[in-house]
């Protein structure tokens, strides 16, 4: 084997997510086995892709991602002309984690309080949340509120 | 997390593949031999993604193999510094915390990027993080958000007979090993942060 080229390009979640999928449903129309390495990791790597907190959970019922709704959210942000932009591992990190927080989003986005506003910084939840869908939040979640707010004031 | 690696390399088909398409026999052939791999200082290898360029196939001498001359992209896991991941507690000791994705399982956050105000409780054997008199374990199979901050590789290629003795099997260093963070806000058990 010789490496041509170590990064040709980066792939977002959702891409290896529909590439598996389309895969696995090509393999079954054609009634075809695939090798067992092969099988157990693309069933491994689609749970793990379908967990909790992971914004793919539901994409099968509400089909949030789509490349017309990733193209969106590229347009919707640039049109607010944010004082900063974001970087391509930025906005990568973003279609993979879906941040429904400023908290979540400050660990993606370097610099955050720096280069962005408060204003643009809650913009920029609502945005990738129209754009992308929002999680459903979980029973539990309701007791640690306290913390995240003295966390984030705390920032 | 995932990127596009492009190789080149030759696929040998045998000659039962015959009754395959070409391409489905390379692309066989290609998972076969990379899928759920680490390649050193490129990362997991996950699958194939395309077929770019294939020569014509050649039966050499000596066996019925067709030799097929490839250029592809593959699919592999390789998260970049600085990305946040999502994981799973796997187990904690003193030292820290593991966790592992359901495919990939060497990844460890050592105790010193744990939030400020991390205690190990000896007797549940979890790590707690205490803040404002409230305290939050990290759960085994918790997911959490942690931070890449660093990447080790080992080579696992196999020594001679007698660097072996020096060094049983059993303390093989994984080929790939993720040390990451969960100190800033915002890492850390993800039902945390929940709005």
């Known amino acids: 084997m010789k ?13 290896v997510y529909q590439h598996i999928v389309e895969t696995q449903k090509r393999n079954k129309s054609y009634k075809r086995r695939v090798p067992g390495n092969l099988a157990t990791l693309m069933t491994e790597v689609l749970t793990y892709l379908r967990e909790k907190p992971g914004p793919l959970e539901k994409q099968e019922e509400t089909g949030a991602y789509s490349p017309a709704a990733i193209s969106n959210l590229l347009e919707n942000i640039q049109q607010e002309s944010f004082q900063s932009e974001l970087a391509k591992g930025e906005f990568l990190s973003i279609l993979n984690l879906r941040p429904d927080s400023t908290a979540i989003l400050s660990v993606i986005v370097e610099d955050m309080e720096e280069r ?8 920029l939840v609502q945005i990738i949340g129209d754009t992308l869908g929002r999680n459903e939040p979980s029973a539990d ?15 | 997390m995932f990127i596009l690696t492009k190789i080149a390399d030759l696929v040998q088909i045998a000659p039962e593949d015959f009754g395959k398409q070409s391409h489905v026999a390379i692309e066989d052939n290609l998972n076969a031999k990379y899928a759920n791999k680490v390649v050193q200082k490129i990362g997991l290898f996950v ?24 250029e592809c992209r593959m699919v592999v896991f390789r998260p970049f510094k600085g990305e946040v991941v999502v994981a799973r507690i796997a187990s904690q000791t003193r030292e820290g915390i593991s966790l592992a994705t359901d495919f990939f399982h060497d990844i460890f956050v050592p105790w010193s990027e744990l939030p400020e105000g991390s205690e190990f409780e ?11 008199d409230q305290e939050m374990f990290y759960d085994n199979n918790e997911m959490v958000r942690f931070q890449v901050l660093s990447e080790e590789w080992h080579d696992q290629a196999p020594s001679g007979p007698l660097d072996l003795a020096d060094q049983p099997a ?14 800033a806000p915002g890492l850390g058990c993800a039902i945390w942060w929940e709005e």
């Open chain 1, 3 to 15: 490496i041509l080229e170590s990064q040709n390009g980066l792939l977002s979640n959702y891409e």
């Open chain 1, 116 to 123: 962005f506003t408060e204003d643009e910084q809650n913009r």
């Open chain 2, 47 to 70: 699958c194939l993604w395309d077929i770019l360029w294939t020569s014509e196939g050649l039966i050499g001498q000596g066996d019925g193999f067709a030799n097929v001359n490839v």
């Open chain 2, 170 to 183: 059993s303390e093989l260093l994984p080929p790939y090993k993720i040390t990451g963070s969960m100190k």
């Open chain 1, 141 to 155: 979640a309701g007791t640690d509120q306290k913390t995240i707010q003295s966390v984030e004031n705390g920032i």
């Open chain 2, 122 to 132: 000896t007797r549940e054997g979890l790590w707690v993080w205490r803040e404002d």
